[in-house]
């Protein structure tokens, strides 16, 4: 502390955490010790930055199994001697703000399954349906599209044209 200081400038020593480092007065012919100054401005500790305005803090993805087969007695329900067919493209569409194909296309293998998938980054909560699009020659015996639960399962019938030309 300066002791030469007059009682006003003391009153109006301002310090950084308490400490009296450096000191600003109005008095005419009053000195700020610069380096002081410059010392306190470069080695005080940044602030942390703000947070995001949206913090993603869990990730998600849908998963769906899904199967499709000859439905031979067009009754929408497989049995087991129905076989599985391959090539059946399958579409993800978004519900809450009806956006179709949301996701890459998923095709059924040998044994008629495919596997439906969508990366879902902060988890959303959205709805969504899968929908099956039969290969050349082929109808649904089931529903177009279903609610992409777990598991789903779609039955196709050779098309009337198809069973004419056989």
């Given amino acids: 502390m300066n002791p030469m200081a007059s009682e006003s400038e003391r009153r109006m020593r301002t310090g950084v955490s308490g400490k009296s480092r450096f000191w600003v007065s ?3 012919g009053s000195a700020i010790p610069v380096c002081s100054v410059l010392l306190w401005l470069f080695s005080r500790p940044a602030r942390p930055p703000d947070p995001p305005v949206s913090m993603i803090v869990a990730d998600c993805a849908l998963l769906t199994h899904v199967q499709a087969w000859l439905d031979t007695n067009a009754n929408g329900q497989r049995e087991q001697s129905e076989p599985p067919i391959a090539g059946v493209r399958f579409e993800l569409d978004e519900l ?11 095709h059924s293998d040998a044994d008629g399954t495919a596997i439906v998938q969508k990366f879902l980054p902060g988890c959303p909560d959205v709805k969504f349906e899968i929908r099956a699009v039969p290969p050349a020659g082929y109808e649904l015996t089931t529903q177009p599209s279903v609610p992409a639960t ?5 039955g196709f019938v050779a098309s009337k044209r198809r069973r004419r030309a056989a």
């Fill in 150 to 154: 777990k598991h789903v399962k779609f």
């Fill in 96 to 106: 809450n703000y009806m956006k179709q194909n949301v996701a890459d296309d998923s």
């Fill in 26 to 28: 109005v008095a005419a």
